[in-house]
């Protein structure tokens, strides 16, 4: 209960706020209005914002927050280590190659949608940085480092295709998404959003014993009855589901699958029947908030969430690297 109460007051305040404030009353007879055609009396020009607009928004923003959460929950389980998430492992990267590649090259002939686009770069990166890191070796940063690695080349593609093959206006536009950008979100992109982030969330619900698990290791995992390769399968690729519509929805955006996992396991523990749900509500409001000071810290300007999420979390990593220090 506590938990859904955050997430409604963050998209309240997520709707209330921006270049002009709206009162939280009148977020709450609109929402009323369309939701339970309630009939309240709402200045026009104000329901249209509330709800055309910010809601919508808001809404895209706590699934996105929450999917690439617990994205991060499970590969830092799975690989067993505390610095992985998508957008480190190269997944986001791939996944803005395999967007970009069908807007601009016309990858699939018009029958690929960018969500399949995605997706496909990021399986591909993925698939590439684990076959790197198990020829680089099996030590805990093999991964890490072959994730970097794959970034930088997907990232790379990525800036080869818009710079070769679009032209000026949607080069930018591109450039703009790539550092995630909520602006052109609608109540469309939430029948997609929020379907993908709940079935995240229920896969990991359904496999948290086996993330427990897994936590002590591949060898204690099978020996507690786990079927490694078949939910190893299921738990990457619901993972790497989650990412890719996020990224093909609102661009890449970093730090929210590394640094929410973290602020979960500090306040609820390590058992993961605690830390994905926690992982889940903490991401989809830091993202709502984020989204907010996104259209609030430059005025008259909204600034790419992305740069916000790199400017709160590039600290908090710094932080987890030197309380990981002091630990070990």
């Given at each position: 209960m506590?938990?859904?109460?955050?997430?409604?007051?963050?998209?309240?305040?997520g709707?209330?706020?921006?270049?002009?404030?709206?009162?939280?009353?009148?977020?709450?007879r609109?929402?009323?209005?369309?939701?339970?055609?309630?009939?309240?009396?709402?200045?026009?020009?104000?329901?249209g914002?509330v709800?055309?607009?910010?809601?919508?928004?808001?809404?895209?923003?706590?699934?996105?927050?929450a999917?690439?959460?617990?994205?991060?929950?499970v590969l830092?389980?799975l690989?067993?280590?505390a610095?992985?998430?998508?957008?480190?492992?190269?997944?986001?990267?791939g996944a803005?190659?395999?967007?970009?590649?069908?807007?601009?090259?016309?990858?699939g002939?018009?029958?690929?949608?960018?969500?399949a686009?995605?997706?496909?770069?990021?399986?591909?990166?993925?698939?590439?940085?684990l076959?790197?890191?198990?020829?680089a070796?099996?030590?805990?940063t093999?991964?890490?480092l072959a994730?970097?690695?794959?970034?930088?080349?997907?990232?790379?593609?990525?800036?080869?295709?818009?710079?070769?093959s679009?032209?000026?206006?949607?080069?930018?536009?591109?450039?703009?998404?790539?550092?995630?950008?909520?602006?052109?979100?609608?109540?469309?992109d939430?029948?997609?959003?929020?379907p993908?982030?709940l079935l995240?969330?229920?896969?990991?619900?359904?496999q948290i014993?086996?993330?427990?698990?897994?936590?002590?290791?591949?060898?204690?995992?099978?020996?507690?009855?786990?079927a490694?390769?078949p939910?190893?399968?299921?738990?990457?690729?619901?993972?790497?589901?989650?990412?890719a519509?996020?990224?093909?929805?609102?661009?890449?955006?970093?730090?929210?699958?590394?640094?929410?996992?973290?602020?979960?396991?500090?306040l609820?523990?390590?058992?993961h029947g605690?830390?994905?749900?926690?992982?889940?509500?903490?991401?989809?409001?830091?993202l709502?908030?984020?989204?907010?000071?996104?259209?609030?810290?430059?005025?008259k300007?909204?600034?790419?969430?992305?740069?916000?999420?790199?400017?709160?979390?590039a600290?908090?990593?710094?932080?987890?690297?030197?309380?990981?220090?002091?630990?070990?």
């Amino acid at each position: 209960m506590l938990s859904l109460l955050a997430i409604l007051a963050a998209l309240a305040l997520g709707a209330a706020f921006g270049e002009t404030a709206i009162p939280i009353g009148t977020v709450a007879r609109t929402a009323a209005n369309h939701l339970f055609g309630a009939g309240l009396a709402v200045d026009p020009i104000d329901a249209g914002i509330v709800w055309d607009y910010r809601l919508a928004r808001a809404v895209v923003a706590a699934c996105c927050g929450a999917a690439l959460a617990l994205s991060g929950v499970v590969l830092q389980a799975l690989l067993r280590n505390a610095l992985a998430d998508p957008y480190v492992l190269g997944i986001s990267a791939g996944a803005s190659t395999g967007a970009v590649a069908v807007a601009i090259l016309g990858v699939g002939g018009g029958f690929v949608s960018l969500s399949a686009g995605a997706f496909v770069g990021a399986v591909t990166a993925f698939g590439c940085v684990l076959l790197l890191a198990r020829a680089a070796g099996s030590g805990p940063t093999a991964a890490i480092l072959a994730g970097i690695a794959g970034s930088q080349l997907f990232n790379a593609l990525t800036a080869f295709i818009v710079t070769r093959s679009a032209n000026a206006e949607t080069a930018r536009g591109i450039m703009f998404w790539l550092l995630g950008n909520l602006s052109g979100v609608r109540w469309a992109d939430v029948t997609l959003a929020f379907p993908i982030a709940l079935l995240g969330t229920l896969v990991c619900l359904w496999q948290i014993r086996a993330l427990d698990a897994f936590t002590f290791g591949a060898d204690a995992a099978a020996s507690l009855g786990v079927a490694i390769r078949p939910v190893q399968a299921v738990l990457i690729g619901a993972a790497t589901l989650m990412t890719a519509v996020m990224v093909s929805l609102v661009g890449s955006i970093g730090f929210v699958g590394l640094v929410i996992p973290h602020a979960a396991l500090f306040l609820v523990g390590a058992r993961h029947g605690r830390l994905v749900p926690a992982s889940a509500v903490l991401g989809a409001v830091f993202l709502v908030a984020c989204d907010i000071a996104s259209r609030m810290v430059v005025p008259k300007q909204v600034v790419p969430i992305g740069i916000v999420t790199a400017l709160i979390g590039a600290p908090a990593f710094a932080i987890i690297l030197i309380r990981a220090r002091r630990l070990s």
